[in-house]
Structures are given as structure tokens and as C-alpha cells.
């Protein structure tokens, strides 16, 4: 059989990465190679991913924000499938380069008529408010109708995922700061959608290895929906430790002196009151759909358990996500 080649753009990032472990997993019959997107295959990062995953993956060289990097890619023929996940700007940034590398990618994969491209946006609680998105979240809502536009006028077949808040959101010192400023923030009641990354990997691959199956399809890729005081339990009940968490006062501090946190906060908030006042009732089909992809989509707990019991609880690297704690308090994130 010959290998399906799946081009994964954020290859070193945390979903990318995701994927390329689900796949080399594999199900049994199954024969992928991936090519390694990234702008710099020097990096320590890419020469990881080179060493654990050859010879069923190459790093690839090429820039997003250069159309010709990635039509060469192309141009060499045999690009099958396209996991797209493109890194998040930051709180409060502008995120136009990204709405323009996601469309560019589309394009071209529409062009060269890529078997399977899925793209990986974000849960907002449907598509009710769309026209009001700001920043990354109304990229994403661009992105997604610039997909499915091409699936409607070029063929492209297409999936979309819609992952929750990542559960590696808490890891690290800002990690420490997001748990605060959510336990301050967020009513006691309110819940949040949670996801590991590594399930969305999981759900993906699904899709890569039967993609008639997902066709023109959204997935809300979401492993709990559970409240700040649920997941504080489950963390203690699953490590034994308090989630780490900046001190009360300096949270509210952040949340009085940083409008996007606030912003944040108000669109957990936003879509729990979606949820309940049923203004996104596809969401529970989408979600399904997900588990219907992956079946152990892991809870909070499960998530803590597992990483205190690997040891890799608490690490998060420099700049994960476009945020620092400084640039927090400064009110620039």
C-alpha cells in the first residue's frame, strides 16, 4: 500500500505534535507519512520530533506567511492529507497573519486537491455569535467559512474541529495565574470545556484514517464541562496537591488591570449561558461526533492522574501560547 502523506502545519506545537504521536500509533492497515511543517528544522523542537518518529516523518522546511514556501510543497506532488493548527497570536493581539496563513493553506490544498483537510479552529458555543468575534476567535470563524466555501465551490473535503480550553492551560506559571484569575472570575456556577491535547491528536488520526466518515463535518472536541470548584476536586482527588494557583488578591488585580482577561472570562461566561439557554443545540451532536472519533476522550481527573503519575505535571514552556505573567500585569495581554 502506498503512504498517505499528511502535511501537518504547528507540527511542533502541542496539537500538532497530538497527531503525529495518534498516527504513529496507527490502527492496524493504516500507512501514514508525515511531512513536518515548520520555519525552522534546525530547532531543537523539529529535531525531536526527526528522532522519535523516523522513518515515518520528515520535517519539511516553510513559512506560512509565504505562499510560495508552501506551494513548493506542494508542487512536489502526493500531499494527501492536511492537518492545519496555526499558532494562537496571544491575548488580545491581532490575529490577521493568522486568518491569512489559515486561508492560504486552504487554497492551496484546494488547488492540488488534498484528499483530507482538517482544520482545527476553536468551541464557541456555536455559530450564534459569530458576526461578533474579535481578534483570534472572528480569524477562526473566517478561516472556517473560507473552508467550507472551498468544499461548496472546488471540492475540497473538509472537517473542522472545534477543540474546548486546553487542560495544559494550567500547566506552568501561567498556568497558575489562568487557574487564579478563573477561580476569581468565573461565577461558582459557571462551567468550562475542557480538552487534553493529546485527545484531539486522537480524534484527528480518527478522521485522517476514515475520512468519509467526517466529511463536511464540525467536531466540538470537548473531554468534560465542569465547574472551577469540580476541577479543583478532581485535580486534588487524582494528585493528592491543590492545583497550583496564584493568590486570590493578585488574581483579582490582573482581572481589574488586564481587559482581554476579562474579555476571557466573559466569554466562558458567554458560552455557558449559550449552552443553557439553548442557543447552540448542535453542539451536542458535534460533541458526540467527537466521542463517536474517539471514545476515551479523557476527563480532568484522568488528565491530573496521568501526568502526576508520568511526572510531566506542572512543566510549561517559555512563551506556550503567546503569554507571560509580565506582559499579564502590564495589561499587553
Known sequence: ????????????????????????????GTDFHVLALTRTPSSPAAARLAAQYAPHLTVVQGNLDAPQDVRRLFAGGGIWGV?????????????????????????ISAEYGVSCFVYSSVERGGEYHDDHAQ?????????????????????????????????????????SV????????????????????????????????SPQNYSSQI??????????????????????????????FLARALIGLNSHTKALIADIERVCDAGRRGLCPEVAEQSA?????????????????????????????????QVSLGRLAAGKQ
Not at 3 to 17: F, P, S
Not at 226 to 246: E, H, N
Open 1 to 28: 500500500m502506498a503512504q498517505k502523506l499528511i502535511l501537518v502545519a504547528g507540527a511542533t506545537g502541542n496539537q500538532g505534535r497530538a497527531l503525529i504521536h495518534a498516527l504513529a500509533l496507527g490502527a492496524p
Open 219 to 248: 467536531l466540538v472536541v470537548v473531554g468534560e464541562v465542569s465547574t472551577m470548584a469540580q476541577q479543583l476536586d478532581a485535580y486534588t482527588r487524582a494528585t493528592g496537591k491543590q492545583l497550583p494557583s496564584i493568590p486570590g
Open 83 to 107: 492537518f492545519c493548527v496555526l499558532a494562537f497570536p496571544g491575548l488580545g493581539a491581532n490575529a490577521d497573519g493568522e486568518e491569512r496563513q489559515g486561508k492560504t493553506l486552504a487554497d
Open 289 to 321: 461526533a467527537a466521542r463517536r472519533a474517539y471514545p476515551e476522550m479523557k476527563s480532568f481527573r484522568e488528565w491530573a492522574e496521568r501526568r502526576a503519575g508520568t511526572g510531566t505535571g506542572g512543566a510549561q514552556k517559555k512563551g506556550w501560547n
Open 135 to 175: 481578534l483570534d476567535r472572528r480569524a477562526k470563524v473566517l478561516i472556517e467559512r473560507h473552508v467550507r466555501m472551498l468544499g461548496e465551490a472546488k471540492g475540497l473535503p473538509w472537517t473542522i474541529l472545534r477543540p474546548g480550553f486546553f487542560m495544559e492551560n494550567y500547566d506552568g506559571m501561567v498556568g
Open 178 to 209: 489562568a487557574v487564579g484569575v478563573l477561580k476569581k472570575g468565573l461565577r461558582p456556577e459557571t462551567t468550562n470545556q475542557l480538552v487534553a491535547t493529546e485527545d484531539i491528536g486522537h480524534v484527528a488520526a480518527a478522521i485522517f484514517q
